[in-house]
């Protein structure tokens, strides 16, 4: 049985980030960690195209390239297993975030980038799985299944969340939406955080714990954006 599922978006910065951190966590601890899909994309179907566009102007195109990308996920899984997911999600990933900065320094030229077209398949050639997978980017019959394990990992904290959510001990474990950090720590740090977020998640009872200041993941594609403000998750 996992120690945990961690639910993830690629083309969410903050996901990203907190991902990077379980990774070190887990080599420490020697935890299990399953990696699962959570479609951004499909998580705010109910906000208005034209709220959601409020933030920048491709803000719903790029949660539709998380939603192309998880079809890949989705299509790598099936084909070749669930052990696939977790290398083939860090070399998506670093397809996206660890990129050269735009030209531009502000939240636009980053959001630009975060919404462009890619090719995928040098990420599935670095997780070793074969090119012509990055086809099932335009199935969309794949949909149904990333709804219903997006809908899974909503319910699991109740709803009003986002990514990534962290789902210990699964199926019937505590879940969290969160941690949302802006730099993964590491080493002792790593564990420091792990240790509270376990030991709050697991805290019978405890619902919420938030502040609103936050500022934008440091990553090498955003790094002209990082440690300021912003409302993208």
């Not at 939240?107 to 012509?132: I, N, S, W, Y």
């Not at 109740?158 to 939406?177: H, N």
């Not at 730099?183 to 805290?203: K, N």
């Not at 440091?218 to 954006?225: C, F, G, Q």
Request: hydrophobic share 40%; aromatic share 8%; charged share 30%.
């Amino acid at each position: 049985m996992a120690d945990l599922e961690f639910f993830f978006d690629p083309i969410c910065p903050f996901c990203w980030v907190t991902s990077r951190w379980v990774v070190d966590v887990a080599a420490q601890r020697d935890l299990e960690v399953v990696w699962r899909p959570l479609s951004l994309a499909i998580l705010n179907e109910e906000i208005s195209y034209d709220e959601r566009k409020k933030a920048s102007p491709e803000y719903p195109d790029s949660h539709l390239r998380g939603l192309e990308m998880l079809r890949v996920v989705h299509a790598a899984r099936e084909a070749h297993g669930p052990g696939v997911v977790g290398d083939l999600y860090t070399a998506l990933g670093e397809l996206v975030w660890d990129a050269d900065p735009p030209e531009g320094d502000d939240f636009k030229a980053v959001m630009h980038e975060m919404a462009r077209l890619r090719d995928l398949r040098p990420a599935l050639r670095q997780a070793g799985l074969p090119e012509d997978l990055a086809d099932a980017s335009s199935d969309t019959s794949r949909d149904d299944d990333l709804r219903s394990e997006t809908q899974e990992a909503a319910e699991r904290c109740g709803g009003g969340v986002g990514t990534p959510i962290l789902s210990f001990s699964p199926p019937d474990g505590p879940a969290l939406f969160g941690p949302v950090i802006d730099a993964p720590p590491s080493g002792e740090d790593s564990l420091r955080l792990w240790d509270a977020v376990e030991t709050i998640a697991r805290w019978g009872g405890f619902a919420e714990l938030k502040r609103n200041v936050r500022s934008f993941p440091e990553t090498p594609m955003s790094a002209k954006l990082a440690k300021t403000d912003t409302y993208v998750r």
